[in-house]
């Protein structure tokens, strides 16, 4: 019976010792961030454990835990038609509301669900409630385009399949079908989904051939650039929950199909050294020191390596594509962009790669809202079920369906 009593204050210490993470006192649901952070590594753990063992891929399990805990989860969609469809080959979620009398088109967004490229889809309940409330509250037809996987394809497959699906809705013979004013669609996503909802706006702004494009573009906490992990909010939020920055950075690995061994050339951004001649013409076009306001640089300084490994860009030259890294695109793509809506969060590894295209967008002409959070987190939109629901995931939801609503 003594042994019980020790054992179990001494467990109890252990949990909070794994449990507990030094967090910004801005930060929402604090204790709840880190039990859900806490969540993610064990189960990441345990799927790189079965990984080792050479059992299965790890991204592969730790999707298929995602969608049996998700099975769990049950969302009521009563005053939403919601059907699967396929468009040019593309899986999709069509997202429906009921016509009214006195309408006779609709407005639309097309969405792109994150994950890394490598997790979630349109079917899980989180986007499945995100996109009922966003085809609710808006009145509006959602399409949740269901790309392809990590491990299954890597780049730049995801890019064609959302390129693809899109497409083939802004057809005037399938927006008819849906009953959509092709002067009021929007292309948006998040995380993974806004690099590449932000890749195909910047693709679609140059299809010539092109007869409809969208009004918008809404881009959520979007990952957009593998030029530099060490911007401001790399450094400053390079342990925080959700995504730290080596998780930040195996994603980005996986999406290439790269070599693990390379992460931490990568972190200490060898792969762009002033002696790697491909990424020269690129540097101006992400330089944080002149695109990011003084508040958000504070005290933090550039990492810049003068000798790298050029073998890097040469193994892995999808890191200075901008199908894959839009942040990089040339001023000429960035002018023709549409009316844009960027969310970033203060406490998040990729606040600055959505602050710096806001101001580039901004440079290049285009009219930009710049929604950022003090007290939020990466990935906060999505995290509104119980019980993953944080107030932060309310907050972000409804100031990102009001600009939609004021503006699509």
Request: contains cysteine; aromatic residues 10%; hydrophobic residues 40%.
């Given at each position: ?6 054992l179990?204050?001494?467990l ?22 880190m039990?859900?952070?806490a ?8 799927c ?11 991204l ?9 805990f998700?099975?769990?989860k ?8 919601i059907?699967?469809a ?15 009398p ?33 085809a609710e509250?808006?009145n ?14 890597c780049?730049?497959e995801?890019?064609?399949d959302?390129?693809r699906?899109?497409k ?28 590449l ?10 299809d010539e ?5 969208p ?17 401001p909010s ?6 925080m ?10 994603y ?9 061994d390379?992460?931490?050339s ?5 792969h ?20 990011l ?33 839009p ?12 009316k844009?809506?960027?969310?970033t969060c203060?406490?998040?590894?990729l ?7 806001a ?17 939020c987190?990466?990935g ?29």
């Amino acid at each position: 019976m003594r042994a019980v009593w020790v054992l179990l204050p001494a467990l109890a210490a252990l949990s909070a010792y794994y449990v507990y993470l030094p967090l910004p006192g801005t930060v929402s649901d604090s204790w709840k961030l880190m039990l859900l952070d806490a969540t993610f590594r064990a189960v990441q753990q345990t799927c790189h454990l079965i990984h080792y063992f050479r059992l299965s891929h790890h991204l592969i399990v730790l999707n298929y835990l995602i969608c049996t805990f998700d099975k769990l989860k049950s969302v009521s969609s009563e005053h939403i038609n919601i059907t699967d469809a396929v468009f040019d080959g593309v899986e999709v979620r069509v997202f429906e509301p009921p016509g009214k009398p006195d309408e006779t088109l609709k407005r639309s967004v097309v969405y792109i669900h994150g994950g890394g490229w490598a997790l979630a889809s349109a079917r899980t309940s989180l986007y499945n409630n995100l996109c009922r409330i966003m085809a609710e509250s808006l009145n509006a037809v959602v399409v949740s385009v269901e790309y392809r996987l990590v491990p299954e394809v890597c780049f730049p497959e995801q890019f064609h399949d959302a390129l693809r699906a899109t497409k083939h809705f802004l057809q005037p013979d399938v927006l008819a079908e849906y009953s959509v004013d092709p002067n009021r669609i929007a292309i948006s996503g998040d995380s993974a989904g806004g690099n590449l909802a932000a890749a195909v706006c910047q693709q679609l702004s140059k299809d010539e051939h092109l007869t409809i494009r969208p009004k918008l573009q809404a881009l959520i906490y979007p990952v957009l650039q593998a030029f530099d992990f060490n911007t401001p909010s790399y450094q400053q939020n390079m342990n925080m929950p959700v995504l730290p920055r080596y998780v930040m950075i195996n994603y980005w690995i996986d999406y290439f199909n790269g070599n693990h061994d390379l992460a931490h050339s990568l972190l200490i951004n060898n792969h762009t050294a002033l002696d790697v001649g491909q990424a020269l013409s690129y540097r101006g076009r992400l330089n944080w020191t002149s695109l990011l306001p003084s508040s958000f640089k504070k005290n933090y300084k550039p990492v810049v390596q003068p000798t790298g490994m050029a073998e890097i860009i040469q193994e892995i030259p999808a890191l200075l594509d901008v199908r894959a890294v839009p942040l990089l695109a040339e001023n000429e793509t960035l002018q023709l962009q549409p009316k844009t809506y960027i969310l970033t969060c203060e406490n998040d590894v990729l606040r600055d790669d959505g602050v710096m295209y806001a101001k580039r967008l901004e440079n290049a002409g285009v009219e930009v809202t710049l929604d950022h959070f003090d007290d939020c987190f990466h990935g906060c939109m999505i995290f509104t079920i119980w019980p993953t629901d944080f107030s932060a995931g309310i907050q972000t939801r409804n100031s990102y369906i009001k600009w939609l609503d004021e503006n699509l």
